[in-house]
T-cell receptor, first 115, second 114 residues
Framework: AQTVTQSQPEMSVQEAETVTLSCTYDTSESDYYLFWYKQPPSRQMILVIRQEAYKQQNATENRFSVNFQKAAKSFSLKISDSQLGDAAMYFCAYIGGGSNYKLTFGKGTLLTVNP | NAGVTQTPKFRILKIGQSMTLQCTQDMNHNYMYWYRQDPGMGLKLIYYSVGAGITDKGEVPNGYNVSRSTTEDFPLRLELAAPSQTSVYFC?????????????FGSGTQLSVL
């Protein structure tokens, strides 16, 4: 079974600084997708960024980028120029590209942004 | 489009009561999911469906039932509520075709069983 591990229960960053959230996963599949979701206090799940395993290029969305290391099964999220609105719980998630229909989540990392 | 709509947003149940959490999506998505979120535990899959008439168990199905009579609706039934079912429940959907694996989430239901 696929597992997703986020080893940092909590992280903090100063406003305008850069922070990296860690995620590792375990799978025997070669085709899969990885995601970072943001959950602010409003409870809404917001997709931040997604990465296809077959793409070597790291995904980027404005201030958010990933470091995808397929061989190491690592998928970290970098937030540049952190803003107060980035404060939230961040979840790493995995879904197989074959017949695995289920999205598996890590336990989350609570990010605090200090002014 | 409304996306994924969950009702109710909040509910308090007494032990042993039953209720149905409603979920509907207007995006014609094939795949639908029910997750529960406990504090510090991330999201755990309860049940999922790959199309109308087809459902399957996830990680934590005990105490719940689902049905999928239409593409749009995927209700979650709690038959005998227990305190261990106090949680936030999320419904989600995705197309299931092509390479768009993005999940669309509802806004969640906060359920307390006392």
């Amino acid at each position: 079974a696929q597992t997703v591990t986020q080893s940092q229960p909590e992280m903090s960053v100063q406003e305008a600084e850069t922070v990296t959230l860690s995620c590792t996963y375990d799978t025997s599949e070669s085709d899969y997708y990885l995601f970072w979701y943001k959950q602010p206090p409003s409870r809404q799940m917001i997709l931040v960024i997604r990465q296809e395993a077959y793409k070597q290029q790291n995904a980027t969305e404005n201030r958010f980028s990933v470091n995808f290391q397929k061989a190491a099964k690592s998928f970290s999220l970098k937030i540049s120029d952190s803003q107060l609105g980035d404060a939230a719980m961040y979840f790493c998630a995995y879904i197989g590209g074959g017949s695995n229909y289920k999205l598996t989540f890590g336990k989350g990392t609570l990010l605090t942004v200090n002014p | 489009n409304a996306g994924v709509t969950q009702t109710p947003k909040f509910r308090i149940l007494k032990i042993g009561q039953s209720m149905t959490l409603q979920c509907t999506q207007d995006m014609n998505h094939n795949y639908m999911y029910w997750y529960r979120q406990d504090p510090g535990m991330g999201l755990k899959l309860i049940y999922y469906s790959v199309g109308a008439g087809i459902t399957d168990k996830g990680e934590v199905p005990n105490g719940y039932n689902v049905s999928r009579s239409t593409t749009e609706d995927f209700p979650l039934r709690l038959e005998l509520a227990a305190p261990s079912q106090t949680s936030v429940y999320f419904c989600a959907s995705r197309p299931g075709t092509g390479d768009n694996e993005k999940l669309f989430f509802g806004s969640g239901t906060q359920l307390s069983v006392l």
